[in-house]
């Protein structure tokens, strides 16, 4: 499995990014994906994850402007990022779980396979 990602940067307070993950080796739309953040001396968090049936899971901190989707003819996963703040600051990371089983977790310690990482700076 190898996950590719792409996008982020840095913006003010307020824009948009876009980040994207080209799968290869793991099938986006049959798989278990999320994407997750580390802010220096913190810990990974998740973001937003995506089960096989669509259904989608968020972090409170990013809910209603952050938006996790995939395209499942060019097997990519994306992350849509609105209304971002200073706190949104971290490297970004596409992951996906190689188990069968799916529930959408926010662990990250449930993803075996990750990308490597993105640079988002949001400034004030």
């Known amino acids: 499995v190898q996950l590719v990602e792409s996008g982020g940067g840095s913006v003010q307070s307020g824009g948009s990014l876009r980040l994207s993950c080209a799968a290869s080796?793991?099938?986006?739309?049959?798989?278990?994906l999320g994407w997750f953040r580390q802010a220096p001396g913190k810990e990974r968090e998740g973001v937003a994850t995506?089960?096989?049936?669509?259904?989608?899971n968020y972090a409170n901190s990013v809910k209603g402007r952050f938006t996790i989707s995939r395209d499942n003819s060019a097997n990519t996963l994306s992350l849509q990022m609105n209304s971002l703040k200073a706190e949104d600051t971290a490297i970004y990371y596409c992951?996906?779980?190689?188990?069968?089983?799916?529930?959408?977790?926010?662990?990250?310690?449930?993803?075996?396979?990750w990308g490597q990482g993105n640079q988002v700076t949001i400034s004030a």
């Open positions: 995506i089960r096989r049936d669509g259904r989608t």
């Open positions: 992951a996906a779980r190689t188990l069968n089983s799916c529930s959408g977790t926010l662990t990250a310690a449930s993803y075996s396979a």
């Open positions: 080796g793991y099938t986006v739309s049959s798989g278990c």
